[in-house]
């Protein structure tokens, strides 16, 4: 019998190292920063500013320091479900890592249409209306879906450059956000009246589902972990622009939000595009319309990179799930020319579209919009279960102490209990917020069916493959 090919026995020898430090800390931004989140935070009004400094201490916080440890001691492709298979075992490990991957279903489409929307506003003099176009923002989303799943096949060190142009992207039109905020604050006062009080928390069913979106909005540090055996030095680069990261970011969601609010009250603010209705007040104000134009621009770009980023990363776990053979085979080959996991990026896609066409049946834009968010969370969050029981439960590994490129986390067990508990414990509440549907939707019992059931659908098919995976293994052994 002949010896398989190499590619055969060993596809991850195949990935190209292809990403340094400032890659990685762009890929960061593109992956977590999200001028979305920053528009509902401005229509949930000012309490989002304290909900945001909370969920930056008891989540942002401990999630970068689990997230350092864990891929400073396992560089392994695949990230959060590497470390739920050490962990737990490989049934833990393919839950984790297929709820991972389905997410990105629910998501993309979430994404696509809030890039779409905010898209819309560098078309001078029409955007507003484009906004709530259901075509336009249909075609677009597709168009930007294709664009990030052709580069990313082609390769990461092209695909990176959509990735790091996403974070700059992100970045800089949220910086003039803040910078119009302020000079037209120092000018003409408020739109909104900011107090001590109306900061805190405002406990109504919109306030406590928006939580778990301020969570989900602090998530994805974790996600260029995923690709760990495609960047120089990974045990140093990784944490390093880990915490650059977040800094940055933590700044502008809380700055954005302030900024948001006061060049537009929060009633007036759309929870997709609301940033560029603040840029378009603003700029109008001070009469440098182009600003605006110029910010939708760069943050069509940014939207793009952080679709880039998410194909790219998470479609290395099914990758690293079918080398494990729990998933058909297709899905750990290497493209072989690009030398990309190609067959996870098509069916991730492919998926994706059909969900972003079924999500517009008898629902608003904006209702829609929601419910696949909703969806996305729930999905998303149950990994970050198994993530933050993994760094509590691998803690006891003498590896830890012995490991002289671990980057661990502070205070020892005692650290890790409290980083893995207050994630483990924010996560959760995360998952059942998202169930109650928000104040605006049109027929609350459908939407909440609707999360339901597609939530369980994902899971059920997750499922049968493992099931039908470990057969297939069982019977090879």
């Known amino acids: 019998m002949t010896n398989p090919a190499p590619e055969v026995r060993d596809p991850k020898s195949q990935l190209r190292k292809t990403m340094g430090f400032w890659d990685v800390l762009l890929f960061n931004i593109a992956a977590v920063l999200g001028p979305r989140w920053i528009a509902a935070a401005g229509h949930n009004g000012t309490s989002s500013i304290s909900l945001w400094v909370i969920a930056a201490v008891f989540f942002f916080v401990p999630g970068a320091l689990v997230i350092n440890e864990l891929s400073s001691r396992f560089p392994e492709e695949g990230g959060i479900y590497a470390w739920a298979r050490d962990a737990f075992g490989p049934f833990h490990g393919f839950v984790a890592g297929w709820t991972y991957w389905i997410y990105t279903v629910f998501y993309f489409p979430g994404l696509l249409l809030a890039s779409a929307s905010m898209a819309a506003y560098a078309v001078p003099g029409r955007g507003a209306a484009l906004a709530d176009n259901r075509l336009f923002l249909l075609w677009v989303s597709l168009a930007m879906l294709l664009a990030a799943v052709v580069l990313n096949i082609i390769g990461l060190n092209i695909g990176k450059w959509l990735q790091n142009a996403g974070g700059v992207g992100t970045y800089v039109p949220l910086l003039i956000l803040v910078v119009l905020a302020v000079v037209v604050f120092a000018r003409y006062g408020s739109a909104t009246h900011f107090t001590l009080h109306n900061m805190l928390p405002t406990w109504n069913w919109d306030t406590v589902n928006f939580w778990s979106q301020i969570a989900f909005a602090f998530t994805g540090l974790e996600l260029v972990s995923c690709m760990a055996e495609e960047v120089h030095d990974s045990r140093k680069t990784l944490p390093r622009a880990v915490f650059g990261a977040g800094a940055l970011i933590a700044l502008m969601y809380i700055g954005g939000t302030f900024a948001v609010l006061a060049l537009a009250p929060a009633p007036g603010i759309d929870p997709k595009s609301g940033v560029f209705q603040a840029v378009a007040v603003g700029s109008a104000t001070l009469r440098i319309g182009f600003l605006g134009v110029l910010a939708a621009v760069l943050v069509t770009a940014g939207n793009a990179g952080g679709v880039g980023s998410t194909v790219a990363g998470v479609a290395r776990v099914p990758f690293q ?151 297939t293994k069982e019977s090879e052994a």
């Not at 493209?335 to 999500?359: E, F, N």
Request: hydrophobic fraction near 55%; glycine fraction near 10%; proline fraction near 5%.
């Open 321 to 471: 799930v079918g080398i494990d053979c729990y998933l058909p085979a297709a899905f750990g080959k290497i493209h072989p020319r690009w030398r990309t996991p190609y067959i996870s990026i098509l069916v991730q896609a492919v998926l994706s579209g059909v969900i972003l066409l079924l999500s517009q049946i008898n629902e608003t834009t904006r209702g829609a919009y929601q419910e696949l968010i909703d969806v996305t969370i729930i999905l998303y969050f149950l990994p970050f279960l198994y993530m933050f029981a993994a760094v509590i439960r691998l803690a006891r590994r003498k590896d830890r102490a012995e490991n002289p490129h671990a980057v661990l986390i502070p205070g020892g067990k005692v650290g890790v209990w409290i980083c893995g508990g207050l994630g483990f414990f924010v996560v959760l509440i995360g998952i059942f917020v998202s169930l109650v549907p928000p104040g605006e939707s049109a027929n609350k019992w459908l939407f909440e069916l609707k999360v339901v059931i597609e939530t369980v659908v994902a899971i059920l098919i997750g499922l049968f493959l493992y099931w039908r995976g470990a057969r």
